[in-house]
């Protein structure tokens, strides 16, 4: 268990609405990053973190944008949310050990946007 | 142009029946392929790491192993709780930190 918390777990919103998710660590990682996953595609890397403030865009990163003021809390904000982000979106962590591909990843959070 | 290539996208076993899922990647200058397994409803759960062809992995009933094209994760006689989707990842050119991720297979093994 890397002490990994996403919030909300479950939402449902009306497009152009802003929605924020939170994901939350309590081991210190460095490296944070935002997966969506969709029947057909995949997981698929929207942003990733690698340090307080230090971010950079993943394949599919247009409508979505982050921050991260804090270690342990790493947000992905949708400005005006659309139809086409209703997805599971998962929070992951890396440490030292993140060349090996050892990731450890947050229970998702499923986001429908009406 | 995917990077990461899993097939079958799905697999019905009988419990005991053995076989195998296979990834296929078209990076160049490979720096690492990396298997995961994710429960219905929950985030994927790191399983192995394979650095270089002829290198093999175990786990319980999984044994994963990589060539020069391709990554097998091998089965023997699995058991229903072995039914999970079966995800493998590659950096990308250029990045190691971050993982590109095939789509998964589906495995199914009924008892």
């Known amino acids: 268990d890397a002490g990994i918390t996403q919030s909300p777990r479950h939402k449902v919103t009306e497009t152009g609405t802003p929605v924020t998710l939170r994901c939350h660590q309590t081991?210190?990682?460095?490296?944070m990053y935002w997966y969506r996953q969709d029947p057909g595609h995949g997981l698929r890397l929207i942003h990733y973190?690698?340090?307080?403030?230090?971010?950079d865009k993943g394949e599919v990163s247009d409508g979505y944008s982050v921050s991260r003021s804090k270690t342990e809390d790493f947000l992905l904000t949708l400005e005006s949310a659309t139809s086409s982000q209703t997805s599971v979106y998962f929070c992951?962590?890396?440490?030292?050990?993140?060349?090996?591909?050892?990731?450890?990843f947050g229970e998702g959070s499923r986001l429908t946007v009406l | 142009e995917d990077q990461v290539t899993q097939s079958p996208e799905a697999l019905r076993l009988q419990e005991g029946e053995s076989s195998s899922l296979n990834c296929s990647y078209t990076?160049?200058?490979?720096?690492?392929l990396f298997w995961y397994r994710q429960d219905p409803g929950k985030g994927p759960e790191f399983l192995f790491t394979?650095?270089?062809a002829g290198e093999e992995k175990e786990k319980e009933r999984l044994k994963a192993t990589l060539t020069k094209k391709e990554s097998f994760l091998h089965i023997t006689a699995p058991k229903p709780e072995d039914s999970a989707t079966y995800l493998c990842?590659?950096?990308?050119?250029?990045?190691?930190?971050?993982?590109?991720f095939g789509k998964g297979t589906k495995l199914t093994v009924n008892p």
């Open positions: 992951a962590v890396g440490g030292y050990r993140v060349n090996t591909g050892e990731l450890f």
């Open positions: 081991e210190n990682h460095r490296y």
């Open positions: 973190s690698y340090g307080v403030k230090d971010t």
């Open positions: 990076v160049s200058g490979l720096r690492g």
């Open positions: 394979l650095y270089s």
């Open positions: 990842a590659v950096p990308p050119e250029g990045g190691s930190e971050k993982l590109v």
